[in-house]
């Protein structure tokens, strides 16, 4: 067998390559689906409850699985393949989009159904979540492109948050949220068919790569083997602290905007939905603004700089907020001849900077993580990463879902801005030992 390595295009990015492109376009498809889902049943639970600690506990419970067993994620792939991994959780996934319409539908829907359904939806995730960034990474044949990838894939999910909210927002005016899931488990169809399509990088392994698979580990090896690597590597652990401390400061903030729409823009029923699924769409639209700047940006900006800026918006954009949904705020904003329409024009504004740091730091991040980390330790690597993002979301979502409830939307958000803050300090000093690497060139074997 004779070791080759395979042309791949050295202009543009990974979107030159045809597998990645297929596979990216199917992706983005089905997770506008997702977060058309999302929106909707967000919007569903507030609307049934009226509580901003039950519409976060929905929230959370999509992510908890993911918080308790992330690591089985990167197991799996291992164990399995990361495409027969990706089949089952399209598959699964699909079928309960389906299940959660029907309910709908037949009127059977509830808040212990709806709990029930996104605890089935979460732990889904902890397997598809790594397996789709890492299968995504592995279609890339140019490792030029791999921050291009990886900045891509980011926008892909982000550009989603923005499409996806605002489409749901145009349909919940007309129909059911029923339909809205019905649609979500349409869009899964063009992934599964894009998954036999592709055929990612075959990594052409090392002589101690070979070696070391000789002493095969066992599942609880494996898991403990990745920690043991990560932990040994200062700039990796770092950085999924700091993943932790992104997802419950700052990703975890959108999961009370319903509550937003309500009490400070006094705003219900489908006006509600509508307005909701705006605030949550300028976070989206932050979001995809700031994968266009990794991939198509100048790529001479270092990974450093760009998740010092991401930390800088993310602790300018929380404050704001509290600000404006306090009384002080829209007292003096009054004073200024300024009523809603412009609070919630400056809203948006906040909105946006928030999605545009937060996926700066968490797409920045991921990238350096895949670089350094070997073609073995790649998938836990990006398990664990998720991991720590995962936790930080729940705990976060929850608490934050609390507060509103106990102490004021303005008081929770406040909290939240000066956390954010204190974050960002401490990363900017520890941010500049981090030493960046390119990955070296993929190879497949012929």
Same mark, same amino acid.
Request: hydrophobic fraction near 50%; include cysteine; charged fraction near 5%.
């Given at each position: 067998m004779q070791t080759i390595e395979r042309p791949v295009s050295r202009r543009g990015t990974a979107l030159s390559e045809k597998d990645y492109r297929i596979f990216f376009s199917a992706q983005l498809i089905s997770a506008c689906g997702t977060f058309l889902q999302g929106t909707a049943l967000s919007w569903l639970v507030y609307d049934l409850t009226h509580s901003g600690t039950k519409t976060t506990i929905i929230s959370a419970l999509n992510i908890l699985p993911m918080a308790i067993a992330a690591p089985l994620g990167g197991l799996a792939l291992e164990f399995f393949g990361k495409r027969n991994v990706l089949y089952v959780t399209q598959v699964v996934a699909m079928l309960l989009a389906f299940l959660l319409a029907v309910l709908t539908f037949y009127g059977e829907i509830s808040f212990l159904g709806i709990a029930i359904l996104s605890g089935c939806n979460g732990l889904v995730t902890v397997f598809d979540a790594p397996g789709r960034a890492s299968f995504m990474t592995d279609l890339i044949k140019n490792p030029k492109h791999l921050r291009s990838g990886v900045g891509l894939n980011s926008s892909m999910m982000t550009a989603s948050q923005a499409v996806g909210p605002m489409f749901a927002g145009f349909l919940l005016m007309f129909v059911s949220p029923g339909a809205t899931f019905l649609i979500n488990g349409i869009t899964f169809i063009p992934a599964i068919i894009a998954l036999g399509v592709v055929e990612p990088v075959v990594h052409v392994k090392t002589e101690s790569e070979l070696k070391s698979e000789e002493k095969k580990e066992g599942p609880l090896e494996m898991i403990l083997n990745g920690l043991k690597w990560v932990a040994s590597h200062k700039d990796i652990l770092f950085l999924i602290a700091l993943s932790f401390f992104t997802g419950f400061l700052v990703r975890s903030y959108p999961s009370i905007l319903p509550k937003m729409a309500d009490v400070l823009y006094h705003k219900t029923g489908r006006e509600g939905v509508k307005l909701f699924s705006y605030l949550l769409a300028a976070t989206g639209v932050g979001a995809a603004c700031a994968g266009l700047l990794i991939t198509y940006g100048p790529q001479n900006i270092s990974h450093k700089r760009l998740i010092r800026t991401g930390l800088v918006l993310?602790?300018?954009?929380?404050?704001?907020?509290?600000?404006?949904?306090?009384?002080?705020?829209?007292?003096?904003?009054?004073?200024?001849?300024?009523?809603?329409?412009?609070?919630?024009?400056?809203?948006?504004?906040?909105?946006?900077?928030?999605?545009?740091?937060?996926?700066?730091?968490?797409? #920045?991040?991921?990238?350096?993580?895949?670089?350094?980390?070997?073609?073995?330790?790649?998938?836990?690597?990006?398990?664990?990463? %998720?991991?720590?993002?995962?936790?930080?979301?729940? $705990?976060?979502?929850? $608490?934050?879902?609390? $507060?509103?409830?106990?102490?004021?939307?303005?008081?929770?958000? %406040?909290? %939240?801005?000066?956390?954010?803050?204190?974050?960002?300090?401490?990363?900017? #000093?520890?941010?500049?030992?981090?030493?960046?690497?390119?990955?070296?060139?993929?190879?497949?074997?012929?």
């Open positions: 993310t602790s300018l954009s929380l404050p704001g907020l509290g600000f404006l949904s306090s009384a002080t705020g829209i007292s003096i904003l009054s004073s200024l001849g300024w009523g809603l329409p412009q609070n919630l024009c400056l809203a948006l504004g906040l909105l946006f900077v928030n999605g545009f740091g937060f996926t700066i730091v968490v797409s #920045v991040g991921s990238a350096i993580i895949q670089a350094k980390a070997t073609s073995k330790m790649r998938g836990r690597a990006v398990s664990i990463f %998720y991991w720590g993002l995962s936790i930080g979301l729940a $705990l976060g979502s929850m $608490l934050i879902g609390w $507060l509103t409830d106990h102490v004021g939307l303005s008081q929770a958000t %406040y909290s %939240y801005g000066i956390g954010v803050t204190v974050v960002a300090i401490i990363a900017m #000093v520890f941010i500049g030992h981090i030493q960046e690497e390119t990955p070296a060139p993929a190879q497949t074997t012929a």
